[in-house]
């Protein structure tokens, strides 16, 4: 048992992980929304911000994880106490690679900036980029909340933008074999949208750490998957 002192400690270490996960977590958010925005406008300036900014992502993932491990160390928390420590751990973790995925997208805006091209193809990559802020919103506020319903609505929802992926997917495979002056285009999206599609994962990622801190083990069922194309397997890049 922790004496009052000890204990006081570990509470003000968790406050502080608590809060560099949030915000990590609002950064993540950003980079989204700002790299699939220069996505849409073709916007370099906002695009390079949005690769500069995922560094500062990346310290704060590196610092979380510091002080978790010390906490670890100097306060030798067990059971739930030890759990909340993993949990900010884990999620930090998501939050570190869902910025890389929007430093992916972000990368590409130079290549694609040029020849118009059907921009209802990009609002398809928009709306999924809109689906998963959503789960990633809903799945932190459950985090900090502890809130296991909200948590396992954002697990299962996963199925829907693997859904999205496939089927966008497909709309630009078509557009490729009409037109091969398209073909570049179309696969710099499909790598967009795969790096969309793996935000998604990281959400329910963190769904699965919200459920293993407030229960004490793992979800027992199969993580719910929609995408069964080949495309699936494909390597963000």
């Not at 979380?64 to 751990?89: F, S």
């Not at 709309?171 to 074999?177: I, N, V």
């Not at 998604?200 to 004490?216: C, F, L, P, R």
Request: contains cysteine; charged residues 25%; hydrophobic residues 45%.
């Amino acid at each position: 048992m922790m004496n009052e002192h000890t204990a006081k400690a570990f509470d003000a270490d968790l406050l502080d992980l608590t809060q560099k996960v949030a915000e990590m977590g609002g950064m993540a958010e950003k980079l989204i929304a700002d790299s699939v925005e220069a996505l849409a406008r073709r916007d370099i300036e906002l695009a390079k911000r949005v690769v500069a900014g995922d560094a500062a992502i990346d310290a704060l993932q590196h610092d979380t994880e510091e002080k978790a491990v010390l906490t670890i160390a100097r306060r030798q928390p067990m059971a739930i106490d030890l759990r909340d420590v993993v949990g900010a751990l884990r999620v930090s973790n998501d939050l570190e690679r869902i910025g890389d995925l929007a430093k992916n997208i972000a990368k590409r805006v130079t290549a694609l900036n040029g020849d118009f091209h059907p921009q209802k193809l990009i609002r398809g990559v928009e709306h999924m980029a809109t689906l998963v802020l959503g789960q990633l919103k809903r799945v932190l506020d459950a985090y900090a909340g502890r809130d296991l319903t909200s948590a396992l609505a954002v697990w299962k929802g996963d199925e829907q933008i693997d859904a999205m992926c496939t089927s966008l997917f497909r709309e630009l495979l078509t557009y490729m074999m009409e037109d091969p002056r398209n073909i570049t285009f179309c696969i710099h999206l499909m790598f967009c949208a795969k790096n969309i599609e793996r935000m998604g994962d990281h959400a329910t990622n963190i769904a699965e750490t919200v459920y293993y801190m407030v229960e004490g083990r793992a979800i027992a069922d199969p993580r719910p998957k929609g995408d069964t194309t080949s495309f699936a397997s494909m390597q963000a890049s």
